[in-house]
């Protein structure tokens, strides 16, 4: 069954701590994209890649990291940089222009 | 320049009636158009998508939209609503020689009143 999945579902982090979270597909799908969803504001792009071993930042970078060692793997690391982590991320990728396939989201919060 | 505007942050329609939510876009090259919803605390399910082929496009859940380019408008519609449609809907468009990017609107909430 193809797809993309996101793990955990809900994370909670202590403030200070580096969290990763996790995102796999197995759709053969070159582009793989990270965004950030808070209340009211729709996505916004945090990082993207379209190869392995590359990958660019959105609008909203700082504070987050990624890797993309593996054609099926992304995952965002949020660090202790980031002002105001406490959001929902949705993974998605996709093949040549084509549309974005969405993972099920890991909604993060940190106390 | 790519952009997405979705003019209505909220719909509200009664159960059974037609639904409309506006999209116009602004791309400097052929664009490709999408349209997705959003159930609370979900991913985004794709609806439609418009590639350069028919201009009205039929999607999953008996939605449909239309391209016109001379309006850049791609809005979607539905003969009637139904309790399930209640959603965040995001119109979307890429544009291929900007890679693989796409652009989202902010999103209009439709409600549908029983």
């Known amino acids: 069954d193809g797809g993309i999945t996101q793990s955990p579902k809900y994370l909670f982090r202590k403030e200070g701590q580096n969290v990763t979270l996790s995102c796999e597909q197995n759709l053969n799908h070159d582009a793989m994209y990270w965004y950030r969803q808070d209340p009211g504001q729709g996505l916004r792009l945090i990082y993207y890649?379209?190869?392995?071993?590359?990958?660019q930042k959105g609008d909203i970078a700082e504070g987050y990291s990624v890797s993309r060692e593996k054609k099926e793997s992304f995952p965002l690391t949020v660090t202790s940089a980031q002002k105001n982590p406490t959001a929902f991320y949705l993974c998605?990728?996709?093949?040549?222009?084509?549309?974005?396939?969405f993972g099920p989201g890991t909604r993060l919060t940190v106390t | 320049a790519q952009s997405v505007t979705q003019l209505d942050s909220h719909v509200s329609v009664s159960e059974g009636t037609p639904v409309l939510l506006r999209c116009n876009y602004s791309?400097?090259?052929?664009?490709?158009l999408f349209w997705y919803v959003q159930h609370p605390n979900k991913g985004l399910q794709l609806l439609l998508k418009?590639?350069?082929?028919?201009?009205l496009v039929k999607g999953i859940n008996g939605f449909e939209a239309e391209f016109k380019k001379s309006e850049t408008s791609f809005h979607l519609t539905k003969p009637s609503a139904h309790m399930s449609d209640a959603a965040e809907y995001f119109c979307?468009?890429?544009?291929?020689?900007?890679?693989?990017?796409?652009?989202f609107g902010t999103g209009t909430s439709l409600t549908v009143i029983p």
């Open positions: 998605a990728s996709s093949m040549n222009a084509g549309e974005q396939y």
């Open positions: 791309s400097s090259y052929s664009p490709s």
């Open positions: 890649s379209q190869i392995v071993n590359d990958f």
């Open positions: 418009y590639t350069s082929a028919a201009t």
């Open positions: 979307v468009v890429s544009v291929s020689n900007t890679g693989n990017q796409f652009y």
